[in-house]
């Protein structure tokens, strides 16, 4: 069943340095015309399913890039031409919107909520002026602090912040200010309701690593950043926010639907360039380039069937992402496998070092798991 659909802004104001998504600086003029090739890609996709595949959908996200730098208008466009080819919106359903805080502006967040955007991700990054420069953002705390601002005066009532730890020059101390900060102004504005905090992965060729490489002093040693993963875990705790997902942290209720429908390992749509989907079993990919897409909106770069084996790994990889873990019965009815018995030693192994429990019908990392997570997950496979 499909409940999801994605749709990728690839412009920017800047390419940070330590991206690797498909986003483009420079190219704000290409809006109207990429805009235009998503519709018509959205429209002869769509119609391909049958009446009876077309979801009605639970969660839309508008990725990038930064879908905030565009004209709203252009959202618009996408939102109508997507809702005009599916059953419509589920009740309450999720409708997100990323964006960089200094594209933020009354008008434009009045304007989003009027096209159905009731969600917003906000990519803050840090609360410090020095991280920020030293990792290529091209906005300011105080930037940041007036975008949200702006969204929470227009009216926005669900508000997510994206953060990022393990960058060069931050320290236990910095990052604890950070979320200090953080914590205090959610306190402050109920309408921050969820935050991400990534830890910095790298492309060996982004300029980030050129330029400070990942073996340069300057990044957090490894017992620090331990302790800087600590901190966050206990701050936000202590501030209500609930660690629900390795990454991810939200008031009660607050989750975000569209990242869960992911982590279950459940089927979802995606347009736009480098956009990945997930339908009837097969995972493809638009080209990356974005001239290439321009002009192929229907070609793929990467198109894969998942067989019974690699969809038991992304399910077993997905659910121990959630801090709920898996659950167990629910896991064999969907994949035909009893995670107790086909993996006995593996669990036992782990069980002994204190990196996975198995309780109450669940299958989950403990709290000293998280932060080697992938070295956990790989012991299964």
Request: charged share 20%; net charge negative; aromatic share 10%.
């Amino acid at each position: 069943m499909i409940l999801s659909a994605y749709i990728h802004i690839p412009f920017c104001s800047y390419k940070c340095d330590f991206c690797d998504f498909a986003a483009y600086a420079g190219l704000l003029h290409l809006a109207p015309e990429y805009c235009e090739v998503v519709e018509n890609e959205i429209e002869i996709r769509l119609n391909e399913l049958s009446e009876n595949e077309k979801p009605l959908l639970t969660s839309i996200f508008y990725g990038g890039g930064t879908p905030g730098l565009i004209d709203p208008a252009l959202i618009g466009g996408l939102h109508k031409k997507l809702l005009s080819r599916v059953q419509g919106l589920a009740a309450n359903a999720e409708v997100t919107l990323e964006t960089t805080p200094h594209s933020i502006t009354k008008e434009k967040a009045e304007q989003w909520l009027e096209l159905g955007i009731n969600r917003l991700s906000i990519g803050i990054e840090s609360l410090q002026d020095s991280e920020l420069k030293t990792i290529g953002r091209d906005h300011t705390v105080e930037q940041a602090l007036t975008g949200l601002k702006l969204a929470i005066d227009a009216g926005f009532t669900n508000i997510s912040c994206d953060f990022m730890y393990g960058l060069p020059t931050q320290t236990l101390a910095s990052w604890q200010d950070t979320l200090n900060r953080f914590m205090e102004l959610s306190a402050a504005h109920k309408e921050i309701t969820h935050f991400s905090a990534y830890a910095l992965d790298l492309a060996s060729k982004s300029p980030l690593a050129i330029a400070i490489p990942l073996d340069s002093s300057q990044y957090p040693p490894e017992e620090e950043f331990l302790k800087i993963y600590r901190a966050l875990v206990d701050i936000s705790r202590m501030a209500g926010f609930k660690q629900y997902e390795i990454s991810n942290f939200a008031r009660p209720g607050f989750e975000s639907e569209h990242n869960l429908n992911y982590w279950s390992n459940q089927e979802y749509l995606a347009f736009g360039v480098g956009a990945h989907r997930y339908l009837k079993g097969v995972r493809s990919s638009n080209w990356r380039a974005l001239k290439r897409y321009l002009r192929e909106p229907l070609g793929l770069e990467l198109n894969e069937v998942i067989d019974g084996p690699t969809r038991l790994k992304e399910g077993i990889m997905l659910g121990l992402r959630k801090m709920e873990g898996i659950n167990i019965s629910a896991f064999e009815a969907q994949y035909g496998v009893n995670l107790l018995n086909t993996y006995a030693s593996q669990i036992l192994k782990l069980q002994k070092g204190s990196l996975i429990e198995a309780q109450n019908g669940m299958l989950r990392l403990t709290s000293e798991a998280v932060p080697i997570s992938n070295l956990v997950i790989a012991e299964f496979f």
